[in-house]
């Protein structure tokens, strides 16, 4: 289905937090947009408003509700286990915590303290795995999982890497909804001009770009978006070698099978690395009080370097210009992260005028942190979590 399909938000009262999955803002960032002096209308779609504050919330309902359809899951006695960076692995806990079923989720070492904790709080068992481990190594996210699936009765995986459920997701959820929300804006045209989102499994790219490309098959005027996807140095996705980043839940060392690589779909992709990644969330927080994840700030940094590229300065200079850029997750993931923790030396002028009135540093936080220490330990965890 390639049509706007359903009303922006829900209402009443809702059956349980499986059904406030989804159903995120679509949300102008004019003063980003403003201060690159772009004329174009930049979108961001900010999925951290979802109930398990990501995307994956998305595919991870749409997995388990098939399989429990397909008799895959049988409640009472299946267990879901699934490799993920961490966002998959919340929102099929969230799912798993609702509907009764036992959950283990395989994670990298790299992924945050904060996913850890969340996944467990919501009664699953966490399973982490080296970084570097190849995908198809027995000690990687993905071989660990396959051996607790062969080894326990009743595992499962549902595999959001070759799950056709997972691009579907985006087709029918993440679309129909960036459908509707241009339709009923008051912006002069209703379609997308360029779409941008970062590929981890690919399902959402994949996804979206399918449904555009359907829709665009039914218009009138031959309009075509122009689909970035935004990836990672250090990810093969969009070319180049394998190497280590710390940018969460995009990029990869092979090519998932859900990640559609059908020429009609996919424009161009885009390399950014971690220092362009973290410096653009910040913006997204600091000028847009968006407080999104750092998949996001790949996201917007590879938009804004199209925009000012030679292909990309025809949308950037027209103010009729839809451009969406897909944004993951939120912050609150990676609070204990040294990127996120790490500001920049604070010499505002206002920051300054308050040292002088109160005669001391602002960073003295009376006991609250230990002299010479943030009050995190090497991890970047707070004191006492290890
Ligand atoms: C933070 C974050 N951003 C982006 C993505 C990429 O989404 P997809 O797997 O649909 O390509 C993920 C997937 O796990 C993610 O966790």
Redesign the pocket.
């Known amino acids: 289905m390639s049509t706007p399909n359903s009303p922006s938000h829900w209402s009443g009262v809702l059956n349980s937090a499986l059904d406030a999955v989804g159903n995120t803002p679509l949300v102008r960032l004019d003063r980003i947009a403003k201060n690159e002096g772009l004329k174009c209308n930049l979108l961001g779609k900010a999925e951290f408003f979802s109930v398990g504050g990501?995307?994956?919330d998305r595919?991870a309902k749409r997995m388990v509700e098939h399989a429990e359809k397909t008799g895959v899951l049988i409640p009472g006695q299946s267990v879901v286990i699934e490799p993920?960076?961490?966002?998959?692995g919340i929102g099929l806990a969230l799912a798993c915590a609702i509907k009764g079923y036992k959950c283990i989720i395989t994670l990298p070492a790299k992924m945050s303290l904060e996913k850890e904790v969340l996944l467990k709080a919501l009664g699953a068992e966490v399973v982490r795995t080296p970084t570097e481990a190849a995908h198809d190594a027995p000690e990687s996210l993905i071989g660990v999982a396959e051996t607790l699936r062969d080894k326990i009765p009743g595992g499962v995986i549902l595999d959001?890497y070759s799950n056709p459920q997972?691009p579907l997701a985006?087709y029918f959820s993440t679309y129909g909804e960036i459908a509707y929300a241009l339709e009923t804006s008051d912006l002069p045209r209703k379609d997308i001009a360029l779409l941008v989102?970062?590929?981890?499994?690919?399902?959402?790219?994949s996804g979206l770009a399918r449904a555009i490309r359907d829709a665009e098959k039914e218009k009138a005027d031959g309009h075509k978006a122009f689909i970035l996807a935004a990836d990672p140095e250090g990810s093969i996705l969009g070319g180049g070698d394998v190497g280590q980043y710390q940018v969460?839940?995009?990029g990869y060392d092979f090519f998932p099978d859900v990640?559609d690589r059908a020429p009609e779909l996919i424009d161009a992709w885009i390399k950014s690395n971690d220092k362009e990644a973290f410096a653009a969330t910040k913006r997204l927080i600091k000028e847009e009080g968006l407080c999104v994840?750092?998949?996001?700030g790949t996201a917007l940094a590879s938009t804004l370097k199209w925009l000012r590229s030679e292909a990309g300065r025809k949308i950037a200079e027209d103010p009729e210009a839809n451009v969406v850029v897909?944004l993951?997750?939120g912050v609150r993931?990676y609070m204990s992260k040294p990127w996120f923790l790490e500001s920049e030396e604070e010499s505002s002028e206002l920051h300054n005028t308050i040292r002088s009135i109160i005669g001391r540093d602002l960073n003295d936080a009376y006991n609250t942190k230990s002299k010479g220490s943030s009050g995190l330990n090497t991890n970047g965890a707070p004191n006492g979590i290890h």
């Open positions: 990501s995307v994956k595919i993920t960076s961490g966002n998959t959001q997972n985006h989102a970062g590929a981890g499994t690919g399902g959402t790219i969460e839940g995009i990640l994840g750092g998949s996001s897909m993951p997750d993931n």
